[in-house]
């Protein structure tokens, strides 16, 4: 077993999460909250001892991330026929966006000092008897996600590469929708971001399939 793979493993499940919850969002208008609670969360998490506590520790991945494995499994296992193809299509855009990002150490910089700011804001939202980063309902009040959305318009959004959202007009039109789509997607840059940083590269999903399968399986499980 790699620590490597578990680490790519952990990056792609939150990144598909985000791509997963995005078009819920655009063709439903709803999705889980717990799910939506640990991607917006993960924003926050800057400096973490572990990949693991990004999404909320190992004994949580299962089910934080529960919706991200099952969109990376049907990657890994299923034909092209039986995918989600604006699900792969976000993720696949979230991870060429955030190549471009890593370009801009002056995007990169107003971006960080941005999260700091609204981490301050999200501590108003939480209960002042525990730690921020154990109230993740804090980081989904819809002043916190609207900060975010606008966040992802000043910056990743000025790129001439964008990523094009479909789905219900009256779901894609709807002002917190929209605001909760840029926010996950900011969240998916995350998790694209830390899939380059443990060493994931594009190719890899087309030929390292094997390898990331029993990974996704193992950290998955419920025991």
């Given at each position: ?6 680490q790519?493993?952990i ?15 655009s ?23 572990i ?34 193809p ?14 471009k990002l ?21 501590n ?25 959305a ?8 000025t790129f ?55 990974a ?8």
């Open positions: 077993m790699s620590r490597i793979d578990d790519q493993a990056a792609l499940a939150g990144l598909f999460q985000a791509a997963s919850l995005v078009e819920q969002i063709t439903r208008g709803m999705v889980p909250q717990n799910s939506f609670e640990t991607s917006l969360a993960s924003i926050f998490v800057t400096n973490p001892e990949t693991e506590e990004i999404y909320g520790g190992a004994e949580n991945l299962p089910i934080n991330l529960s919706q991200g494995f099952r969109g990376l499994q049907e990657l890994l296992d299923k034909s092209r026929t039986e995918q989600n604006d699900t792969i299509r976000y993720g696949l855009s979230l991870m060429h966006l955030e190549r890593s370009k801009r150490p002056d995007l990169l910089q107003k971006i960080g000092e941005k999260i700091d700011k609204i981490s301050q804001q999200a108003y939202f939480a209960d002042p008897d525990t730690e921020l980063t154990d109230n993740p309902a804090a980081f989904t009040h819809p002043s916190v996600v609207a900060n975010l606008s966040l992802y318009q000043d910056t990743l959004s001439n590469f964008r990523i094009q959202v479909t789905g219900e007009p009256r779901h894609l039109q709807n002002t917190e929708n929209a605001a909760k789509i840029r926010a996950l997607l900011l969240a998916g840059i995350r998790a694209a971001m830390l899939w380059r940083q443990v060493g994931g590269k594009r190719w890899h999903l087309l030929f390292f399939k094997s390898r990331l399968r029993p996704v399986k193992r950290i998955s499980r419920r025991d």
